[in-house]
């Protein structure tokens, strides 16, 4: 058996404290490096970093084409909607007939419909115009 078996007991005691000694030794030296950021990780994080923003560029893209559309058409439906209502009026108002006009002006006020269709060109359409004329 040994000193080191009348020590420790068998041999099968010494093999598990020469790998506990060595998975305290590797966790030491685990945290050293770990306390140290070289060029190397600082080079291969920022290369991870810019590979996921990357990714996530082009998942919201993907994401948010089709909504983006869909809302343009929305967009556009319910202005088409509004300016049919709108030429209505002038119709009628220019056949005298100011009952149907009033009627079709409490239908408007009722659904806030001047306000709504502001906004959705002022938020779709409006941002284009306020570029040019910022000459951007």
Known sequence: MGIWGRLFGTDKAIEGAAD???????????????????DEEKARAASKAVENGQKMVSALHDQWMPRAISRRILAY????VFLSI????????CLSKIDVVNSIIAIVKAFDLGWIVLGLMGFYFGVYEWKKMLGK
């Open 77 to 80: 439906m319910f202005s088409a």
């Open 86 to 93: 709108l030429i209505t009026a002038v119709v009628f108002a």
């Open 20 to 38: 506990t000694v060595n998975k305290v030794t590797g966790g030491i030296i685990s945290g050293i490096d770990a306390v140290f950021y070289t």
